[in-house]
DNA sequence: AAGCCTGTTGAAAGCGCTTTCATTCCGCGT
DNA sequence: ACGCGGAATGAAAGCGCTTTCAACAGGCTT
């Protein structure tokens, strides 16, 4: 930090180039309508000068700002790294910078946070973590811009939404654990809208099958390893012993185990665990565990094609786009 | 996503409310400044225009963009992400709005991010991970923005260091373990310029109280849980079994823990454990693992303070910033 | 030779704010 | 009654870009 003279601006880069700003912005925007010989000019003023556009005044004067908002509850811990990670790089490659947004774990955030990105006219917003407030989902729609809903699939976007429909998530891991022989499941389900819609679905499916009502415990978001301790320990309270417990995420899972092994029960002889995300530690644990597999990256995939779509202006085929799951039967289950 | 009309501008809230655009900015910037009346008037059509201030045009006359770039290595799993989250949480707070950027590992992306950076002319940026490129550090100490280095404590800081000392973190240890009776301690090291610091001055450490130099095992960043469970199997290589393991973050230890228990070795009868970081899941695991503490949200806290000051144009009294560390000892170790 | 197209450039008018400077209006001291 | 100072406001000049629009030079076509 030190300070003095302003930085150079297009103009200086111009005079230096003995061009006009107009001629430097062309070559900044679309290289291919200015020149050969002009464009070497103009490369080495911008070397000499050390320029870098003002994408303040960018934004102002073409009114694309290229900064998109990235909404989540939370980055501590969290499913959504990866995809996250996936995007904001895949983002910036393309020449676009990410403004981050948490929200909060119950969303307190969410007004404000949106209001400021709408503030910086951003050109897009990527929302992970469901927004059910429907006046909020309405003011969304009306702005010009691109909203991505991100992991759910919600039947009446916003604007575009990829995801997964986490109820039929629900509902197969009811029936894959039915088929697999199990027939006392425990739920622990995180108070998170997504979670609680596929707490809801196995339960269905479940009883739908012919199975009790499954008995669960709500757990709080982000959710974390000692949950899964807490929760095992938990189990010795209910009415019958389950014979399988379905988590809903895979640090519970995680910690459930541990709890579990601790006590000397084994997994998955005594009791079968399940959980969900199919993150790293679910392939490296021991045992390793059984989870649903959400394709991050294809998200993130995903969510970049429609705004380079929207960018070039053409329409997009589909506002729903269902990325899927898969259950990985492994030892845990 | 619709269109038409553009949003109202601050011409149209003014007129609304019968005063100057000129009034309507003071009342948004300073609004000790404008009359009580005027106020109510101005907040009235704000609410009835749904005005929202457009924050290019604003970073753009008044040259500061109230915008603060926040640099991490990666988000997927990493000990930053609780001060990350703290930070960008306590800036949004005060009217700020935090960019992104993911430098990669290898601080491979680091130099176009930080140009975008620039070009948004951000009031501050945050790096965490170490910048070693000197080049690059002088180009930042010529600009006049605040920078602040996190988690690592430079000799000679760019702009601001806020963190602790590597190097007395991992001699602390070693005199730890040393004092708790090992004697044969193996290192598992992060590939990361902060964890090889810590890991070197254990073992000169560890040496010149008479130990012999440590075995170690290098690993990629960012750490996971799987590679505890590798290092775990490694150590049968060794010339001879070690009675700690050192790991470089808690999820490697906590791999390693797992791994060992499924092979029927005692934590830590038959080997000692630690990790670092002091993730929750360190107090959580069976058993409880002994790791350094370091205390993120002060971090967090520090720098916002530090950003606070420069905002209202003081001076700081420090330019390095020691926030310490602590070694929890647990059940591992 | 006139007419046209394509490729390349410059002039100039904004984009929507902030901020200086000037102005007006009051209350108050003398 | 006069002048002064402070509070509240407005006029207007930018902030550093982008983008029309027009202009011009060649090269072709007819």
């Known amino acids: 930090m030190e300070d003095g003279i ?6 200086d880069v111009a005079a230096l180039a003995g061009v006009s700003p107009a001629t430097v912005s062309r070559f900044l925007n679309r290289p291919a309508t200015v020149a050969r010989l002009t464009s070497e000019r103009i490369r080495a003023a911008i070397a000499e000068t050390g320029y870098l556009p003002n994408l303040n005044a960018g934004a102002l004067a073409s009114k694309r700002s290229r900064l998109i908002a990235a909404f989540v509850p939370e980055i501590a811990q969290s499913v959504f790294n990866d995809t996250m990670e996936a995007m904001i790089d895949g983002l910036a ?6 403004m981050l ?20 006219r951003v050109d897009a917003i990527i929302l992970t973590g469901i927004v059910t407030d429907e006046a909020m989902r309405d003011r969304l729609r009306r702005h010009p811009i691109t909203v991505i809903e991100t992991w759910g699939l919600p039947e009446e976007p916003i604007d575009v939404a990829i995801g997964f429909s986490h109820a039929r998530a629900g509902a197969e ?17 995180p108070r998170s809208t997504r979670s609680q819609r596929r707490g809801r679905a196995f339960a269905e499916q479940w009883m739908m099958d012919g199975g ?23 189990l010795a309270d209910l009415p019958h012993r389950p014979d399988v417990v379905v988590c809903g995420s895979d640090w519970i ?29 679910a392939g490296d644990m021991r045992p390793t565990i059984t989870s649903v ?3 991050g990256s294809r998200v993130a995939e995903e969510a970049m094609k429609v705004l380079r779509k929207r960018m070039a202006g053409e329409s997009l085929e589909a506002r729903r786009i269902d990325v899927g799951f898969r259950i990985i039967a492994r030892e845990s289950a």
Chains 1, 2 share one sequence.
């Not at 302003?6 to 103009?11: N, Q, T």
């Not at 490659?93 to 990410?98: A, C, F, L, R």
């Not at 891991?173 to 389900?189: E, I, K, N, T």
């Not at 029960?265 to 790293?280: C, E, H, Q, S």
Request: net charge neutral.
């Open 93 to 98: 490659n393309e020449g676009n910078s990410v």
């Open 101 to 120: 947004a948490l929200t909060g774990p119950d969303n307190r955030r969410l007004e404000s946070q949106i209001n400021a990105a709408l503030s910086w």
């Open 212 to 234: 009790a009502e499954p008995s669960s415990l709500e757990v709080e978001v982000p959710t974390h390893f000692g949950q899964g301790r807490l929760a095992y320990r938990g």
């Open 173 to 189: 891991m009811a029936r894959f654990l039915r088929q697999r022989g199990y027939r006392r499941p425990h739920l622990v389900v």
């Open 6 to 11: 302003p930085p150079p601006k297009i103009s």
């Open 253 to 281: 899972a995680q910690g459930l185990i541990v709890e579990a092994q601790a006590a000397g029960v084994k997994v998955p002889d005594d009791v079968a665990v399940t959980g969900f995300g199919n993150l790293r530690l």
């Open 293 to 295: 597999d959400v394709d």
